[in-house]
């Protein structure tokens, strides 16, 4: 029963903090001159982003971390 409950509180913990990520939305891409850039939505907030900074947002950063 132990080895049940603790199970239940990790799946409830990962849920939430899936909750707790901020959702990144990709809006519009750009290929120019061998850069790409992405305008993203991070949390009602529109951002231009390079690959890199994208990466990042999607582990979970937020634009301020940035």
């Known amino acids: 029963m132990a080895s049940s409950a603790a199970r239940e509180n990790s799946r409830r913990a ?3 903090k899936a909750l707790e990520r901020h ?6 891409q750009s290929f120019s001159g061998g850069t790409y850039s992405a ?4 949390d009602g ?4 982003v390079d ?5 990042q947002l999607r582990q ?5 971390e940035l």
């Open 14 to 16: 990962a849920v939430k």
């Open 23 to 28: 959702k990144v939305y990709v809006t519009a």
């Open 39 to 42: 305008r993203v939505l991070v």
């Open 45 to 48: 907030e529109a951002y231009w």
């Open 51 to 55: 690959e890199f900074r994208l990466s």
């Open 60 to 64: 979970g950063l937020t634009p301020a």
